[in-house]
């Protein structure tokens, strides 16, 4: 039955219009706030217990954070051949995005755990890493997409050949995926890693891709949804062949993250993600994404699951997540202008000193 319904989602994703510049920065934007109200759906479905439409979002999440990394990679590549000394503090200014929002949001949850009686002692931190724990519930795709952009960095920095950087690249993460394997890190922290790699491929590739995709587009969605439709039942080919190893499944799930991203792409590719409600949760996703788990933790110890109460803590942590994703993008954005506005003024003092 599953097969049947993604070929007749393939039939109709081929009868819409192409959007030919279907990764531009707004339409991407976009998408990573459907993204986001996806994870959030994801997470709730552990918590939602009546009905089945959170149900049929608890094996999402990692197909969800594959399609994250794949943008991730993608956007690397394309502002740095767009931009003029790209790599140029990138560490400093582009993982400020990054880490101001997470120091922020994790100060928050630190909070909360103290209020809650949780002894923070350097035991609990250095546990933090033993257990492959993160402050921040579900918050192991900050860690991971910080040491990716890091990756980026050395290697396109190092090797002037791109698609040398990019295979590197490729070495990196296996090499991550074998350490968080023997560190026995949960099965998330590495089962959608090599989405990244995609990203970075096709955008070095773009054009010739969607030259293909243009005269094969339907040809080729086939083949990736009979490819997704098998992928998918990854878990009872290990059965059938009694591979039981992690690092088996590790490759079976990543192979199986990157044909779902390939199918996903081209689903972008009918469809335009930029309308303005996806684009207010695009510029808020990252803080959306790390911020929704401390309320899920906060109301769900006051809900006994009910069709009602389902609703109305589904409602609440929904609305309430978006309300504090944008105050906290927000008051970080008002703090990073005045600190760019203050080294303006000072930039200036120093020129004009310097000329008296």
Sequence with gaps: MDIFILLIISILLYLLPENNDYLNVKSTSGLKGFLALGIVFHHLSKYVTTGVEFSNFSYMGTYIVSVFFFLSGYGLYVQNNQKENYLDNFLTKRLSRILKPFIVISAIYLIYYYLNGQELTISFFINLFKKGDTLILNGWFVNVIVLMYISFYLTFRIFRNQTMAIIVNLLLIVVYIIFAIRLEYGFWWYNSSLPFILGLIWA?????????????????????????????????????????????????????????????????????????????????????????????????KYFVTSRLNDVVFSTLVLMISIFLAWIIHTIINKISIMDQLRSLKFSKRRYHNKND
């Design 204 to 300: 070095k590739n773009k054009k010739c891709i969607d030259s293909v995709l243009s005269k094969y587009y339907f040809s080729v969605l086939v083949i990736i949804t009979g490819a997704l439709f098998i992928s998918h039942k990854f878990g009872f080919i290990h059965w059938k062949l009694h591979l039981f190893d992690s690092y088996s499944y590790a490759f079976s799930s990543n192979i199986d993250n990157l044909i779902f991203t390939l199918f996903f792409v081209l689903i972008v590719k009918k469809i335009d993600f930029s309308n303005k409600y996806l684009l207010f949760l695009g510029r808020i996703s990252f803080e959306l994404y790390m911020i929704h788990g401390l309320v899920l933790i906060a109301f769900g």
